[in-house]
């Protein structure tokens, strides 16, 4: 079985940085096939896309994250980041890492970011 397990939210003041990492495990087909993708959900709100990167590493992000968020990925480590930076409150949320590949795709549990003074 697919598992993806988040880390990194928490806290921050408006204009600071987060690292979020997203950890596979459990695919018999590797982790490189994968197009991983960082989504969040506010209260309130759909879950949206904040960035994806496919095998390739080709990216996507949406507005919102432009210029301020940077996704990546290792895959000897088996695992995907995203770099945020200039956070602003707007970008509270919890944030869920989702994985894409021949068919299947995978979610983790999600973490919270909170931005806030």
């Known amino acids: 079985q697919v598992q993806l397990v988040e880390s990194g939210g928490g806290w921050v003041q408006p204009g600071g940085s987060l690292r979020l990492s997203c950890a596979v495990s459990?695919?018999?087909?590797?982790?490189?096939?994968?197009?991983m993708g960082w989504y969040r959900q506010a209260p309130g709100k759909q879950r949206e896309l904040v960035a994806a990167?496919?095998?390739?590493?080709?990216?996507n992000y949406a507005d919102s994250g432009k210029g301020r968020f940077t996704i990546s990925r290792d895959n000897v480590k088996n695992t995907v980041y995203l770099q945020m930076n200039s956070l602003k409150p707007e970008d509270t949320a919890v944030y869920y890492c989702?994985?894409?590949?021949?068919?299947?795709?995978?979610w983790g549990q999600g973490t919270q970011v909170t931005v806030s003074s």
């Open positions: 989702k994985a894409d590949g021949l068919g299947q795709s995978y």
């Open positions: 990167i496919t095998s390739r590493r080709n990216t």
């Open positions: 459990g695919s018999s087909l590797g982790f490189s096939i994968y197009t």
